[in-house]
């Protein structure tokens, strides 16, 4: 049996605070107000405030964008909450060696924030940070319950809610391995990469895109689109299935 080594986690996770608003986990102070736990998301269960939290969200989402579809709200809030989960967990991997325990009944969310999503985390409590923890943890702990609460009530894809999460994993990646270089922390970038390679590697994940090595670092195009170009305005991300907006296809690919 293969023991995995628990580092300590400083209690505010400071490391993570020059990485930006992604990869932020509040750690000290109240959240304001009452604020569902996302493992209360996950269930469905009603809140004082919000109703049912999840659909607060994707009611905001479709109004903030003017969405013609309920199911793009859905899909834009799933992935901004996929890359908060994503971009915390591999940040603290990448630099502190471990992770913290993101258990869905530690964090607290706020429904009605603006994007990236507010998280507070209540306790720290420190996980290995392998690919395998980081699988249990984001993945099969948070993104597939998330994605079965989403489908519950709203007429989104499996493939696209699963290509969602490819593409805020890698854009997480990215992002921390652009920092890192840029830092002098070339081990924090190789690491980063070997633990999205693993984790794209995943049997829920493998088929949802290609990555590619550049100049700039790691490239992924994914193989679904997550309907951005259909709100007013919207246009194709940068790795996106399509290379420009379709004009007639009235429902693009979910993978």
Known sequence: MV???????????????????????????????PLPTLAQTYENQLSDVYGNPLTFRVRKVNRTLRAPETRIGASVA???????????????AALYGGIPDLDPRLLRWDP???APDDLWLTEVRALPGDAGT?????????????????????????GLLRGNAASALAGAARQLEQWARTHGRPEAAARAR??????????????????????????????????YYRVPGGGVCGD???TRPPRSSPRAPSG
Request: hydrophobic share 45%; with cysteine; proline share 8%.
């Open 3 to 33: 023991l995995l080594h628990v580092v300590d986690l400083d209690p505010e996770l400071a490391a993570l605070a020059p990485l930006g608003g992604f990869f932020l986990l509040r750690v000290a102070g109240e959240p304001p107000g």
């Open 78 to 92: 799933q992935q901004g909450l996929a890359a908060r989960l994503w971009s915390a967990a591999l940040g603290c």
């Open 112 to 114: 009605d924030g603006s």
């Open 134 to 158: 980081l699988t249990r943890t984001v993945l099969h702990g948070h993104l597939e319950p998330l994605s079965a609460a989403l489908r519950a009530s709203h007429p989104v894809a499996p």
């Open 194 to 227: 070997a633990l999205t390679a693993e984790l794209l590697a995943h049997p829920l994940l493998a088929d949802t895109g290609a990555r590619t090595r550049t100049p700039a670092g790691t490239a992924f195009r994914r193989r679904s689109c997550c309907l």
């Open 240 to 242: 996106c299935c399509f």
